[in-house]
C-alpha cells in the first residue's frame, strides 16, 4: 500500500491516506485551500464537489521526486551521513574506491609476477622503470581514476572488467608495457581478483583501523581496573545483594574477555585462492602446460602477505571470512555486555558522567545526563552484529561451483565493521566521561550486612558448628539485618577467639576476597595472554 501525507498550510490537520480507493470525508476544510494545495495526497470521495480527483494517492509532490544529490543529509546509511566523521578511517578499506584500489594492486602485480616466470617468455622481465610506472600505477591510485574506472564500468557493466580495461588504456602509451596489454588478467577469473583484494580490504581495515581501537577500549578498561581496583561494590547476582567485590575487578573481567577474544581476531589467517574459473587452473594448463601452476598461485598469494587456499571451486570459499566475522561478534557482544552493566551502575549512582557546556540530555526534562554514549554503542553493537552474523553464515554457502549471492554481500563488510567501530568509540566517549561516586557505593554497602552470612556460616562449618547455613538464614533470609544483629550472633558462636576477632572485624567494605589483586594484576594477566606483548 502507499502512503501519502498532505503539508499543506501549518494550520491544516495533517492526514495520513493509504492508496485510493479509500474514502475520506471533510467538511471543514476550505475550497481556497484545495485549489492552493499541490500536494497529491487528497484522498477521493471529498465533499467539495467542485474536485473530480481521481488520480491514485502517493502522497509524494511532483516537486519532491527530482534526484537529490548525495550528501550527509540523504545518504541512506548513517554511517554515511551523520557518523561520517567516526568512521571514515575504513573508507580507504572497505568503500568501492577500497574495492577498485584493490583489484588494481592484484592485477598489476600478476602481471609483474609474469614477468618473472622464465616459461612465460611473452611477457619478459620489465626494467627497472616499467616496474616503478606500474608500482605508482597502485600507488598513486587517486579518486579520479576510481571513477574513470566507474565510467568504463557504466559501458562494460562488469566491475572487474572495467580494472583490467583501465589499466590497458593507462599502460598503452608505455613502450615496454604496452606489447604485454593483454597479460593483464590474464588466465583469471574475476573472483581471483575479487577475493584477493577483499582479503586485502579486510587485512587492512583490521590491522590500520578496528584492532587498534579495540586495543585502545582494552587499555582504557584496564586504567579503570587498576584505577578503581580497592574501591568496594556490592555485587548483585539475580539483581539482589550478592557478597561485595570491587569496582576495578568487575572491569577487569571486560578487558580480559575482550583481550581474549582480540587475539583469537588478530590470529585469523586472511586466505586467498588463484586457480582460474573453476579451481583447476584449466586455462593456465592450456596456454602454458610445462608450468607448475598451484605453486606459482600460492608464490603470488603469499606474496600479498595471505595465506594460501589450493582447494577451491570458483571462489575462495569464504570460511575463514565466516571465523573472523563470528570472532567479531562475540567481542561486540562482550562489549554489550560491559555497556549493560555500566549503564546499570550509572543508574545506580555508582558512577556520575561529567557534562559540557551546551549539551541537552532531554527535550523536557532539564536535569537529564543520559547514558548516550553507553546507548548508542549497544544499539550500533545490535545492527553490527546482524550484519556479521548474516555475513557469517551467508558467505560459506555458494551453489555448486559458485553463484553471485556472495558478490553483494560481500559488499556490505564495511556496514559491520563500521558500526562496530561507531560502537568502540562511543563506549571510550562513554569512559571518559565517568566518575565514581564512592558515597553512593559505601551507601549500598552499609545497608547490605546481610552479605556477611557467606564467610560467617562458611567459618562455622570449619570448625564444626552444626546447621551453619541452616542458621544463617533464619538470620538472614527475608529479615533485616544489620551491624548489630550481625556481630550479637558472631559472639554467641563457639568458635575460636582470633576467628571470632577476625569475624567482628569483618564488614562489607572490607570482605572482597581477592578482589582488589586481581584487578592490580589485570595487565599483567593480559600480558601473558598474549605472549608479553600489548600495553
Request: proline share 4%; glycine share 6%.
Amino acid at each position: 500500500m502507499e502512503l501519502g501525507t498532505c503539508f499543506n498550510g501549518s494550520n491544516v490537520n495533517k492526514k495520513l491516506f493509504f492508496s485510493a480507493p479509500i474514502i475520506q470525508k471533510s467538511n471543514f476544510l476550505p475550497c481556497s485551500w484545495f485549489k492552493n494545495c499541490s500536494c497529491r495526497a487528497i484522498a477521493k470521495g471529498s465533499t467539495i464537489s467542485s474536485l473530480k480527483i481521481q488520480e491514485k494517492v502517493t502522497g509524494m509532490s511532483s516537486n519532491h521526486s527530482q534526484d537529490l544529490e548525495l550528501s550527509s543529509l540523504t545518504a541512506l546509511c548513517p554511517l554515511d551521513g551523520r557518523y561520517w566523521g567516526k568512521v571514515k578511517e575504513l573508507a580507504p578499506f572497505m568503500s568501492e574506491y577500497g574495492l577498485i584500489h584493490f583489484r588494481i594492486l592484484v592485477e598489476v602485480k600478476w602481471l609483474i609476477k609474469m614477468s618473472q616466470i622464465p616459461q612465460i617468455v611473452e611477457v619478459p622481465s620489465f626494467s627497472e622503470g616499467a616496474r616503478t610506472f606500474l608500482q605508482e600505477l597502485i600507488d598513486g591510485f587517486s579518486m579520479d581514476d576510481a571513477l574513470e574506472v566507474k565510467k568504463i564500468e557504466r559501458v562494460t557493466n562488469h566491475d572487474v572488467k572495467a580494472v583490467e580495461y583501465f589499466l590497458k588504456q593507462r599502460c598503452q602509451s608505455h613502450p615496454e608495457i604496452s606489447k604485454v596489454l593483454e597479460f593483464f588478467h590474464f588466465a583469471c577469473t574475476s573472483e581471483d581478483i575479487n577475493n584477493l583484494a577483499h582479503a586485502l580490504m579486510l587485512k587492512g581495515a583490521l590491522n590500520t583501523v578496528i584492532l587498534p581501537v579495540m586495543d585502545e577500549l582494552i587499555k582504557a578498561i584496564c586504567e579503570m581496573a587498576t584505577t578503581h581496583s580497592s574501591v568496594p561494590m556490592l555485587s548483585r547476582t539475580h539483581g539482589q545483594p550478592a557478597s561485595p567485590t570491587t569496582l576495578g575487578k568487575e572491569m577487569a573481567i571486560f578487558a580480559y574477555r575482550l583481550s581474549r577474544e582480540r587475539k583469537e581476531i588478530s590470529q585469523i589467517e586472511m586466505l586467498g585462492k588463484f586457480a582460474g574459473a573453476v579451481g583447476n587452473y584449466n586455462a593456465h594448463l592450456s596456454a602454458y602446460p610445462e608450468i607448475n601452476w598451484p605453486q606459482i598461485a600460492e608464490e603470488f598469494v603469499m606474496s600479498l602477505g595471505l595465506e594460501f587456499n589450493p582447494y577451491v571451486p570458483q571462489i575462495e570459499t569464504h570460511d575463514y571470512m565466516a571465523k573472523l566475522f563470528h570472532s567479531i561478534v562475540q567481542f561486540n557482544n562482550i562489549l554489550v555486555d560491559f555497556d549493560r552493566d555500566v549503564w546499570g551502575y550509572i543508574s545506580l549512582g555508582y558512577f556520575k558522567q561529567t557534562t559540557k557546556a551546551g549539551e541537552i540530555g532531554s527535550s523536557t526534562m532539564p536535569h537529564k545526563v543520559n547514558p548516550i554514549d553507553f546507548e548508542n554503542s549497544e544499539g550500533n553493537l545490535g545492527v553490527a552484529n546482524g550484519d556479521l552474523s548474516h555475513l557469517s553464515t551467508k558467505l560459506p554457502i555458494s551453489r555448486w561451483q559458485r553463484d553471485l549471492t556472495d558478490s553483494t554481500v560481500l559488499r556490505n563488510m564495511g556496514v559491520g565493521l563500521g558500526h562496530s567501530l561507531l560502537a568502540y568509540r562511543s563506549a571510550l566517549q562513554g569512559i571518559k566521561k565517568l566518575q565514581v561516586n564512592e558515597a553512593a557505593l559505601t551507601e549500598d554497602l552499609d545497608k547490605t550486612w546481610e552479605v556477611l552470612a557467606e564467610p560467617i556460616q562458611t567459618v562455622m562449618r570449619r570448625y564444626g558448628v552444626p546447621e551453619p547455613y541452616e542458621k544463617l538464614k533464619e538470620l538472614t533470609r527475608g529479615r533485616a539485618v544489620n551491624k548489630e544483629s550481625i556481630r550479637e550472633f558472631i559472639q554467641k558462636l563457639d568458635i575460636p577467639v582470633d576467628a571470632k576477632t577476625s569475624l567482628l572485624n569483618l564488614t562489607p567494605h572490607t570482605y572482597v576476597g581477592a578482589a582488589a589483586e586481581l584487578a592490580n594484576n589485570v595487565n599483567q594477566a593480559i600480558n601473558l595472554l598474549n605472549g608479553g606483548h600489548i600495553f
